[in-house]
């Protein structure tokens, strides 16, 4: 017997991120018949074949088992309206979606990223489910970037920033690379000018994370490690990613730090609304101030965001200096030289300020 309940399942086969796609076919009536699935997945090159599988129970399912063709229609990113449509069991699914005709003029929905026109050549049993083979007849792949699911949730997907290992079409995430590369070799420069000891962070999958320091003649201190993942709501780093970032990049670290805190015992814990605020202020000053407690309580840090061409932040730059040289404000001499050299910075990196 199982060791698990269906939901158990369900979470773990969810975590397997996938496309979505609407598979269409034709009723014995000749009317349109379409579903949302996501157990597509393809099987063989020669001969061309894929297969998806829909439940037995499915309104839709006659359709299917008794029509000898069916189309994958794989979703582009802005259809995740189309796949709550063709989720639910409705008299009319195709009611205001465009589409035009395929091969026995099966429907094909527009605006789609790719499609595959298939004959049906088997039909396997599959528990609850029944599993359709399809051989691939027509092809069709347009230039639109596909939805994703995963986790019982729609997502969109980005190209992994391989950089130079990068196996297909590289540019992409060789200008994420390049931005590095070029804010690296800006750092020893910006610390002279600055004459203070800076950090350099980009957001990572465990949140804001250290990956360059720039040490200077008089260093505060020598506790310099990179890779370093550093607080999302304490660090001067942290503050400036979660204050600039979409909030559903930033709202799971945040949380988890927080919950991370209540657990350890601290007392006087921010609340959500007081980091919120923080952050607030954050954006509007252009610079996120700290008192990093690893350097100890003499040592200030403040941040300022680097944006890319597409305006999105890219690095949070770090100043640390003593306290009586940073004061409280946003507004001393070292606040307005990093944020002139962040905006500086994110200039080189194509970032244009809209005035
Ligand atoms: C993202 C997503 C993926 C889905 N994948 C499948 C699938 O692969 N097979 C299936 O039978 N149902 C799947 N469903 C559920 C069907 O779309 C849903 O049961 C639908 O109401 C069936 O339509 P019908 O009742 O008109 O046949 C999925 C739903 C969503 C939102």
């Given at each position: 017997?199982?060791?698990?309940?269906?939901?158990?399942?369900?979470?773990?086969?969810?975590?397997?991120?996938?496309?979505?796609?609407?598979?269409?076919?034709?009723?014995?009536?000749?009317?349109p018949v379409?579903?949302?699935?996501?157990?597509?997945?393809?099987?063989?090159?020669?001969?061309?074949?894929?297969?998806?599988?829909?439940?037995?129970?499915?309104r839709?399912?006659?359709?299917?088992?008794?029509?000898?063709?069916?189309?994958?229609?794989?979703?582009?990113?802005?259809?995740?309206?189309?796949?709550?449509?063709?989720?639910?069991?409705?008299?009319?699914?195709?009611a205001?979606?465009?589409?035009?005709?395929?091969?026995?003029?099966?429907?094909?929905?527009?605006?789609?990223?790719?499609?595959?026109?298939?004959?049906?050549?088997a039909?396997?049993?599959?528990?609850?489910?029944?599993?359709?083979?399809?051989?691939?007849?027509?092809?069709?792949l347009?230039?639109r970037?596909p939805?994703?699911?995963?986790?019982?949730?729609?997502?969109?997907?980005?190209?992994?920033?391989?950089?130079?290992?990068?196996?297909?079409?590289?540019?992409?995430?060789?200008?994420?690379?390049?931005?590095?590369?070029?804010?690296?070799?800006?750092?020893?420069?910006?610390?002279?000018?600055?004459?203070?000891?800076?950090?350099?962070?980009?957001?990572?999958?465990?949140?804001?994370?250290?990956?360059?320091?720039?040490?200077?003649?008089?260093?505060?201190?020598?506790?310099?490690?990179?890779?370093?993942v550093?607080?999302?709501?304490?660090?001067?780093s942290?503050?400036?990613?979660?204050?600039?970032?979409?909030?559903e990049?930033?709202?799971?670290?945040?949380?988890a730090?927080?919950?991370?805190?209540?657990?350890?015992?601290?007392?006087?814990?921010?609340?959500?609304?007081?980091?919120?605020?923080?952050?607030a202020?954050?954006?509007?000053?252009?610079?996120?101030?700290s008192?990093?407690?690893?350097?100890?309580?003499?040592?200030?840090?403040?941040?300022?965001?680097?944006?890319?061409?597409?305006?999105?932040?890219?690095?949070?730059?770090?100043?640390?200096?003593?306290?009586?040289?940073?004061?409280?404000?946003?507004?001393?001499?070292?606040?307005?030289?990093?944020?002139?050299?962040?905006?500086?910075?994110?200039?080189?990196?194509?970032?244009?300020v809209?005035?």
């Open positions: 017997m199982a060791s698990f309940d269906q939901r158990e399942l369900r979470n773990v086969l969810g975590s397997f991120v996938t496309g979505v796609t609407v598979v269409t076919t034709l009723d014995a009536e000749g009317r379409g579903v949302t699935a996501n157990s597509f997945s393809s099987v063989s090159l020669e001969p061309p074949l894929i297969l998806w599988s829909q439940a037995l129970t499915a839709s399912f006659p359709a299917f088992r008794d029509s000898g063709r069916f189309i994958i229609n794989i979703l582009a990113e802005d259809q995740a309206h189309i796949s709550q449509r063709f989720a639910k069991a409705g008299e009319d699914k195709f205001g979606i465009a589409v035009r005709e395929g091969i026995d003029r099966l429907p094909l929905i527009e605006g789609c990223t790719a499609y595959l026109e298939c004959r049906k050549v039909t396997h049993p599959g528990g609850d489910h029944a599993v359709f083979l399809g051989e691939v007849e027509r092809i069709e347009r230039d970037k939805l994703a699911f995963g986790g019982g949730r729609y997502m969109l997907a980005h190209a992994y920033d391989l950089g130079a290992f990068s196996i297909d079409k590289p540019s992409s995430g060789l200008q994420h690379v390049e931005a590095v590369r070029i804010a690296n070799a800006a750092l020893p420069e910006l610390g002279q000018r600055l004459d203070a000891m800076l950090g350099l962070s980009v957001w990572g999958n465990r949140g804001p994370t250290v990956i360059n320091w720039e040490p200077t003649r008089n260093a505060v201190t020598h506790d310099l490690h990179t890779g370093l550093v607080s999302p709501v304490f660090s001067a942290g503050l400036t990613f979660a204050a600039h970032l979409p909030r990049m930033t709202c799971h670290h945040i949380q730090e927080l919950k991370m805190l209540h657990e350890a015992g601290m007392s006087n814990v921010p609340s959500l609304e007081h980091v919120e605020a923080r952050l202020e954050v954006r509007a000053h252009g610079l996120a101030h008192v990093p407690e690893r350097f100890g309580a003499d040592i200030a840090a403040i941040g300022a965001p680097v944006f890319d061409h597409r305006g999105r932040i890219i690095f949070a730059l770090t100043a640390i200096a003593p306290s009586s040289r940073i004061g409280e404000g946003y507004e001393g001499a070292l606040q307005t030289a990093l944020r002139q050299e962040a905006a500086t910075l994110s200039q080189r990196l194509g970032h244009k809209i005035v």
